[in-house]
């Protein structure tokens, strides 16, 4: 058996923008900023950010680009994927982003902000997995 899964609890590092391929599917793409810190042998403290590049399908891209900002922070499940290109000088390229396959909004920087529109967020722990195409919007 195999298994591709992460999970990730961050910041968004900039607003999810958002397309619709050829075959009319929403898509959108942001990024997220995980956090580690620790203290080193001499006692200073010790931050590393890392950065990962991300990307939501149909409805879940539909959820991610009218609730989520940049500087939100959210939980999200999904998997690995590498994509390969060639450009129009034949250069290689190659790109690791995590597929989104379940998210949950944490919480919104800044607050009450009423230009936003607000989504409830249920913040009971819950044993069994929601399934993004069961969101009723």
């Known amino acids: 058996m195999d298994l591709n899964k992460v999970s990730l609890i961050g910041r968004l590092t900039r607003d999810p923008e958002t397309r619709t391929t050829p075959?009319?599917?929403?898509?959108?793409s942001f990024g997220l900023a995980t956090?580690?810190?620790?203290?080193?042998?001499?006692g200073n403290r010790q931050e590393k950010v890392?950065?990962?590049n991300l990307v939501a399908w149909r409805k879940l891209a539909d959820?991610?680009?009218?609730y989520l900002h940049k500087g939100?922070?959210?939980y999200l499940e999904g998997r690995?994927?590498?994509r390969s290109w060639e450009d129009q000088?034949?250069?290689k390229h190659s790109r690791t982003e995590i597929v989104a396959q379940?998210?949950?909004?944490?919480?919104?920087?800044?607050?009450?902000n009423s230009n936003r529109p607000s989504a409830p967020v249920d913040s009971t722990p819950r044993e069994e997995e929601i399934n993004v195409e069961e969101i009723p919007f």
């Open 35 to 42: 956090n580690l810190i620790w203290t080193d042998q001499s």
């Open 63 to 66: 959820i991610c680009s009218q």
């Open 80 to 82: 690995l994927e590498t």
């Open 102 to 112: 379940n998210m949950i909004m944490l919480d919104t920087k800044g607050g009450n």
């Open 23 to 28: 075959q009319n599917v929403n898509v959108v």
């Open 89 to 91: 000088n034949g250069a």
């Open 72 to 74: 939100d922070r959210i």
């Open 50 to 52: 890392e950065y990962h």
